[in-house]
């Protein structure tokens, strides 16, 4: 998926270049962006608290500014993103002892509208907040955890029977996926063809599966592979008569999230100059 990502960003750029001198001559610019922040998700694993296991990420941006409020952009992230029951405060995602952690690679295209006129060299217009919508794709591999501290790839082993007789779903989840990406931000000018932003979005995905954590325990005595078993329920504290088969393991009516934030430097490819005032 990397690969096939970084051959897209390229052949982007190839067409950049083409059209720079068309926006500069339409006092529209191009912007190269930078993003150095982090990722994370929410979902079963970690249910409400925003940035915990923050994962190192990065990307490359280009902004396609179409007026000072009103801008297109398309974007290469990588990040990645993780979740323990462990850290938990609730005493039953302590006792289901799952874990998680994945890479995530997104390629999008979305609008920004600036709230205050911006460019990138104009004085006057020099700051703005600003929002951000559009559609992305994106993949992932969550990966468990198992008691000697390896970490072993989930879906293909199927650890709520996904794709089998009596399973959570009829065929197993996909590693990728659509995202709705939105989110705000902040820039400002720091040299004449330089700018600084910071800002911060949330992804909407259409699965559940980020962390392999959806419906309920399959029957361990159909799962096949080693550590299957284990993967599909290392449960804490479980009387070895009890048998949590058939029991809710996720919550299947709240899809997953994930976010990217950072700081964003920005650099303009193209010279849109400002007009000095006539003098009468």
């Known amino acids: 998926m990397k690969k096939h990502i970084f051959i897209l960003f390229c052949l982007l750029l190839l067409g950049i270049s083409g059209k720079a001198q068309f926006f500069a001559k339409n006092k529209k610019s191009i912007d190269l962006c930078v993003l150095l922040g982090g990722s994370y998700y929410i979902g079963d694993l970690n249910q409400t608290q925003q940035f915990l296991f923050t994962k190192p990420a990065g990307g490359i941006m280009v902004r396609f500014n179409q007026s000072p409020r009103l801008a297109y ?37 979305q609008l920004e509208f600036n709230f205050n006129n911006y460019r990138i060299g104009i004085e006057k217009e020099k700051f703005s907040p600003y929002i951000f919508f559009g559609i992305g794709v994106f993949s992932f591999n969550p990966h468990g955890q198992l008691a000697n501290n390896n970490w072993v790839e989930l879906q293909p082993l199927h650890t709520e029977g996904e794709g089998m007789e009596g399973g959570s779903k009829k065929k197993p989840y996909k590693l990728i996926q659509v995202s709705l990406p939105f989110g705000i931000g902040f820039k400002t ?8 932003g910071v800002e911060w979005g949330m992804r909407k995905t259409f699965t559940d599966y ?17 550590n299957t078993a284990y993967l599909s329920d290392p449960s804490k504290g479980t009387d070895p008569a009890y048998s949590n088969v058939g029991r809710q393991r996720g919550n299947p009516t709240n899809k997953d999230w994930y976010s990217f934030a950072g700081i964003v430097l920005s650099f303009k490819l193209t010279s849109t100059k400002e007009k000095c005032p006539t003098v009468n």
């Open 210 to 226: 980020l962390d392999d954590v959806s419906g309920k325990y399959y029957d361990p005595n159909k799962l096949t592979g080693e």
């Open 73 to 109: 952009r398309v974007s290469v992230l990588f990040g990645g993103m993780e979740g323990h029951d462990s850290y938990s405060t609730n005493a039953y995602q302590k006792q289901r002892n799952l874990s998680f952690k994945s890479p995530l690679n997104e390629i999008s295209a």
């Open 189 to 196: 000018n720091i040299a004449r063809k330089i700018g600084l």
